[in-house]
């Protein structure tokens, strides 16, 4: 066993979640964003791309081209906020490691 990694000092839980309180935070948001995204994707299928028709006493349902439209949009939307959260949440870990790495030389 190698004493130098016993020795060496640990950074604290406080240290660590200092440097990325933020990107956690954008991480849960995104996912949070995403979970909403996808449930209203389902609320809206079930919901909006069938529209009731009557004609004389018979009832029918259709499917409406918009309501496709809209559920398909409300998808590829909240795919791509996660998307973008996440990008910034990389680049924001990157260009930190990036300052910690020039500060050391």
Do not use: H, Q
Not at 20 to 35: P, Q, V
């Amino acid at each position: 066993m190698n004493d130098e990694n016993l020795t060496t000092p640990i950074e604290s839980n406080e240290e660590v979640f200092k440097k990325s309180n933020e990107e956690k935070i954008l991480k849960i948001i995104a996912n949070i964003l995403l979970f909403l995204g996808i449930v209203a994707t389902v609320v809206c299928a079930f919901t909006i791309t069938y529209t009731n028709i009557r004609a004389g006493f018979l009832r029918y349902k259709e499917i409406s081209e918009i309501g496709i439209a809209i559920t398909i949009g409300v998808f590829i939307f909240s795919i791509l906020v996660w998307a973008f959260l996440r990008v910034i949440c990389n680049i924001s870990n990157n260009l930190k490691e990036l300052n910690e790495k020039n500060k050391i030389k």
